[in-house]
Structure formats: C-alpha cells, structure tokens
C-alpha cells in the first residue's frame, strides 16, 4: 500500500511524494481553469511516483477531453491497475472516470452522486459532471439536463462557496436555467479569485449571449483573451464565442479573420474536439449569406469523418451532419443516416425521435427542401436539449429551423417563433428576420419598423456582407 499525503483541502491522497502532488494539485488546476498543460503535470506527477494511481486517472480523462479515446483507454487501464491500495475517495474518482471513457454516462453520473454527497469539493468529479450533463442523452442520460446539474450543485454549495472552480462550474448552470444575474455574480467571484480562469469567462461571455450584449460581450471577450495564454483547444471554443459576437454585429470581414486565425482546422488543433465550432460557423456563415460557404469545407469534412462510421454523441453527430450537408460531403451524410436509421429500427428511441430526424432535416435543408425539413425538424424541437450541449451551441438548429419556416413560406410560424426569441432577448439578425417574415406578408409599416431596427443595430457592419446588402435592399421596397 503507497504512503500518503494530502491535497490542498486535506484530503488524502496516494503517494509519498510531495513533489508529484504539487505536480498533480497544479494539474489539477490548470485542467478545471482551461489552461494550458494539465497533462504535462500529470505526466510530471507520474514521473515523480509511477504508482499514483489517481495521477494516472487525470490523465487518462484529459486525454478523453482531448477525443483521444484509444490513449485514455490505456491510461485509465493503467489507472485501474494501481488503484488496489488507494483510498475510497480516489478509486471512486477513477471508477467515474472510467465509466466515463468506456461509454457508460449513466454509471459515471450515478456514482458522482453518490460520491459528491460524501466528497462534494472533489473538483475533477464536478467537471465530469458538468461534460457528461452537457452530453444531454448521450452522457448523464438526461432529457433536461440544465436543473438536474444546476440541482447537483446546489447540494455541495454550502462546501464549495469559496472554491474558484467550483463558482464557475455554478455559475454555468445558472445561465444555462436563464437565471443570468446570479450567473455573473458567480463568475465574477470566481475570476476575482481566479483571473485567469476560462470557466468562468466563458459563464461571463453567455451571460453576455443570453442578454443579446454582442457589443459587451465582444468587449469583454476580446479584451479577456489578450492575456490568457490559452491552449488550442480553449481558445478555439472562446474565440468561436468572439466571432458569433462579431457575426451578430454584422462584421463579417472580422469574423472571417477570427476564423481564418483562431477556429479553422487547418491552422489549430485538428481533432474531433473542435468539429462544433468550426461546423456550427460555417453554417452559419453559409444560411445567413445565402450562398456558398466563404471558407474551405474540406478540412472540417476531415475531422468531421468518424462520425459517418461510427457510434457518437448525438452533439457530435449533428454537427457532423452540419459539415457533412454544407460540404456536400453526400456519402458520408448517407452513411451517418444509415447508421442512425439502422439504431432507432434497433430499439433506440433517443435516435428515432431527435437525432435522426434532426439530421435528416439539416440534409433537407441543404437540398433546398425547406418544406421537408420543417417537416422532420419540427418534432424535434421541442425536445432539443437532449442533444446536450449549451443554448448558445444549439441556437444553429433554431435557426436553421426558423430559416426553413421563411423560405418554405410557413410565415406564421417563422413569425411565432420569432416573437418568442425577441421577448426573451434582443438580436438584431431577428429583427432583420422578423422584417422579411412582414414584408413577405404584405405588412409593409411593421416591416419597415423591423428594418429600421435591425439598421440601427448593424451601424458597426459591414457595408458589402451579404446580410446588409439584403437589408438595404428590402428597405428600398
């Protein structure tokens, strides 16, 4: 059995050395702030005491975070092995872990309960969470993740409210439940502890999304990532986040370069990791201008591939259908539908009533069967938090879907669906679209109040994007 020591909330931990827990506890924090090299500490840890189980376990779910499944296998396997001698608390956490990397987000999130209720400061278990919640289905299992997280964490609260991490994982969960107040309040705790924490900036920058603030949300971002010497990988997702600021302000050369710079595959990390920004972008790019895409699809079709073949979250595959639809990429969208279809004719009810019909109506929307996607899409929306992931990610379906309404001519409820976005939060793109749902309805007075609106809104844009130029020319009408 391993000597021990302790971490820096005095729980026990399984090694002697207390250089390869300064190695593990610096890890540790650089993992739950989204800085760079955790997996260089755990490495270091490992060196330090090859027999630290829990070094190895961290380890193994940074490489799961990373999508490099057949690396975290090995590691956590290795984890496993040494895991006979340690604590309770330590061979729980590596358990979750491991449930976690063998596809099993029901058992993972299930012994996180249980292990939260006796351990609740156990940082890396509140992350798991947090990424097995944001799977939706395909994680925690949940239909309606967002309360049930938000639920979590109310229960370690009282021993946590100190915790940097732990404020913005809660703060994360506020916004996410639309109680955004209180979600910035937590952020800003825990960047006044912890400034260089990208959890909790992110919390901030959709707080600043849920408001409809891209003008404060740019400012506050763009300034944030100046000084955060940040990973690929967490710079890619903030810098995704800048460029729908940018998008929403109708600077489009801006964002371009944003993406040219900091998003697209070809020049940061090329892994699944960074599908979803780099997909959800594009198409975005591409609906909104009504054209061809102004960036290369290929190198996001690349890494977008393995979903065709293989088994996935369902966020992962919608965006894969993404890239697959704006790219043209006709086999790979066969095969990831046949592949769906063959899983809900199985059993798989989670496949037959959103995924697949979800991916079918991106298809259709990219064949220009507006009326067909409407079809397939709109039973789906009322259930699309079980795809998982944030409301800012899944605003693409939404507005896919609101684009389909427009252009197959179901104007009422383009319109219906627009109202219920504009009450909850401003956004100048709604009211732009709000005008073409009027005008195409012959209600010229309210379409030019719409118009003048969005104008007012879109002063910082550019003149020539194909957005503004539309706007101006449906003002002349």
């Known amino acids: 059995m391993p000597d021990r020591t302790q971490d820096r909330f005095g729980m026990t931990l399984s090694t002697s050395s207390t250089a390869s827990v300064d190695a593990w506890q610096d890890g540790i924090d650089r993992l739950l702030s989204q800085n760079h090299g955790p997996d260089l500490k755990f490495q270091e840890a490992i060196d330090l005491d090859e027999g630290f189980a829990l070094a190895h376990g961290c380890l193994a779910y940074w490489y799961q975070q990373r999508a490099r499944p057949e690396e975290a296998r090995e590691t956590i396997k290795q984890a496993l092995a040494l895991a006979s001698g340690v604590t309770r608390r330590e061979r729980q956490q590596i358990e979750a872990v491991s449930y976690w990397i063998k596809g099993q987000g029901r058992d993972s999130i299930a012994l996180i309960k249980v292990h939260l209720a006796e351990f609740p400061r156990d940082g890396l278990l509140l992350r798991l969470a947090h990424r097995l919640y944001m799977l939706g289905c395909s994680g925690a299992g949940s239909p309606n993740f967002p309360p049930e997280y938000l639920a979590l964490l109310k229960g370690v609260e009282p021993h946590c409210s100190d915790d940097w991490a732990f404020l913005a994982e809660y703060a994360f969960a506020h916004h996410e439940t639309g109680q955004l107040d209180k979600a910035m309040e937590l952020a800003q705790r825990s960047l006044d502890i912890n400034p260089t924490n990208a959890v909790a900036c992110h919390s901030m920058t959709h707080v600043h999304f849920e408001r409809g603030d891209a003008s404060g949300g740019e400012d506050f971002l763009d300034a944030w990532l100046r000084s955060f010497d940040a990973p690929a990988s967490s710079y890619v997702h903030l810098s995704w986040h800048l460029a729908l600021f940018e998008l929403a302000q109708g600077k489009y050369q801006e964002t371009l370069d944003r993406y040219e710079k900091y998003i697209r595959p070809s020049v940061v990390a090329k892994s699944m990791s960074t599908l979803n920004d780099s997909a959800s972008l594009m198409w975005r790019l591409q609906m909104y201008c009504g054209g061809p895409a102004p960036k290369p699809w290929e190198e996001v079709l690349t890494i977008a591939a393995p979903a065709a073949e293989r088994p996935g979250a369902a966020f992962r595959d919608a965006h894969a259908a993404l890239a697959f639809a704006g790219g043209g990429d006709h086999e790979a969208m ?37 009326t067909e996607s409407v079809r397939l899409m709109e039973p789906v929306f009322p259930q699309l938090v079980r795809v998982g992931g944030s409301h800012a990610q899944r605003e693409v379906f939404e507005d896919t879907m609101l684009e389909a309404y427009i252009r197959a001519e179901q104007f009422e409820k383009a319109e219906d669906m627009l109202r219920g976005r504009l009450k909850q939060r401003e956004s100048v793109r709604d009211n732009f679209w709000m005008g073409r749902v009027q005008s195409a309805q012959g209600q010229s007075n309210q379409a030019h109040s719409s118009f003048n609106e969005a104008t007012k809104g879109w002063e910082a844009a550019d003149s020539t994007a194909p957005e503004i130029v539309a706007l101006n020319n449906l003002m002349e009408v």
Not at 347 to 353: L, Q
Not at 355 to 361: A, E, K, S
């Open 334 to 370: 066969a095969k990831i539908t046949s592949r769906l279809r063959k899983s809900a004719e199985e059993g798989n009810s989670f496949a037959r009533e959103v995924v697949l019909p979800l991916v079918q109506g991106i298809e259709a929307f990219a064949n220009e069967d507006y």
